[in-house]
């Protein structure tokens, strides 16, 4: 009878442990799961170089601007500094010798006039005064805050062909062809070519010397006569 007994508790301290086993079990799928989950993460992290891999492709691509490509040997060339002086003969040159930039002059000017003549309130005079200056004053704002500008920092390199201008900062390279500009004219400090109806390339007088003379017969060359209106 002992011996049944002892054989009894056994079997059952056998089959407890055999219970037992599939918890451990649940615990080795439990770590395989984890196993499997980090080797998701891994691949996610996979997943993610292609993307830093283009950012830094995009980093170091050179910007590109679409145009025309020079033909021929360059005619002339030469690096052009921009600052807020050359910026704000610019603009005043723009500015009023268009009807909108000088309607201002004129109704100041008509102001001080009408103050001076019928002696009607000095409040006259003062208006006109300020809406005189108003103008340049803005202008020179403008000009000093562009002139400040990271494009402005470094020096643009101009390069002319028969087929038109080009200029270049860095890797950065935009052509215009002759027949696209609308107009070349001149001021005491500067020489300036319009490609646009508000947009143009200034070369400062400072800046060609003596071969301001060269520039100015290329232009003469290459555009319409009708278009040219430099002082020399």
């Known amino acids: 009878m002992m011996e049944e007994q002892k054989t009894q508790e056994e079997v059952q301290e056998q089959s407890d442990g055999t219970q037992e086993q599939p918890g451990n079990a649940q615990e080795q799928q439990g770590g395989t799961q984890g196993q499997t989950g980090n080797a998701q993460e891994q691949r996610g992290g996979t997943q993610e170089q292609p993307e830093h891999t283009q950012n830094q492709s995009g980093e170091t691509r050179p910007e590109e601007i679409p145009g025309i490509l020079p033909e021929g040997d360059a005619l002339y060339e030469v690096d052009i500094h921009m600052n807020a002086s050359v910026l704000y ?3 005043l040159r723009h ?9 201002g002059t004129i109704i100041g000017v008509l102001m001080i006039t009408v103050y001076f003549v019928k002696g009607i309130s000095v409040l006259y005079l003062i208006c006109g005064i300020i809406i005189i200056l108003y103008l340049p004053w803005s202008l020179f704002l403008t000009a000093k805050k562009q002139s400040l500008q990271e494009s402005f920092r470094n020096p643009l390199h101009y390069a002319f062909y028969e087929n038109g201008v080009e200029v270049s900062q860095g890797e ?6 002759w027949e696209d500009m609308i107009k070349a004219v001149s ?15 200034i070369f400062p007088r400072k800046d060609l010397g ?8 290329i232009i003469f060359t290459h555009m319409d006569p009708q278009k040219v209106k430099i002082k020399a």
């Open 210 to 217: 003596e071969n301001a003379e060269g520039l100015i017969r």
């Open 187 to 201: 001021t005491s400090k500067s020489i300036i070519l319009y490609t646009g109806k508000n947009s143009a390339s």
């Open 95 to 103: 500015v009023y010798t268009t009807f909108s930039g000088m309607l």
């Open 172 to 177: 950065t390279r935009q052509m215009q062809k």
């Open 89 to 91: 003969d610019y603009f």
